[in-house]
């Protein structure tokens, strides 16, 4: 799978409802911090409805400057939701199909 290949697509529910487009994803670190080059496993997409564009960092909870810019991307993706990749079913060109009963979680990263 290439990133660039799956940021933009278009991400559908179980009944095949447009639920939104990934707008990033997020990877976690397997192994003890600090090692160097620890894997990374992709651990879940962010998923905005109204906008395919990048957070640009803004999803970090301690992230609020510039002050315009910081209130215009949030704006931009509210009601953006990280799903698991557990919870994807299917992938194919530009569309991802989620689970039945998948959990929205929250996209803002704490620092």
Known sequence: MILSNLLGSEV???????VGHIADVRF???GPPGQ????????G???????????LGYER????QPWPLAQLLRWRHRGSF???????????SGIVDLR????????MVPL
């Open 82 to 92: 990280l799903v698991l990749w557990e919870d994807v079913a299917r992938m194919d």
């Open 28 to 30: 976690v670190l397997d």
């Open 45 to 55: 997409l962010i998923v905005s409805p109204h906008s395919a564009a990048s957070f």
């Open 61 to 64: 909870y301690n992230v609020t």
């Open 12 to 18: 559908r529910d179980a009944e095949g409802r447009k």
């Open 36 to 43: 160097l080059l620890a894997a990374a496993r992709l651990h």
């Open 100 to 107: 039945q009963n998948y959990t929205e979680y929250d996209p």
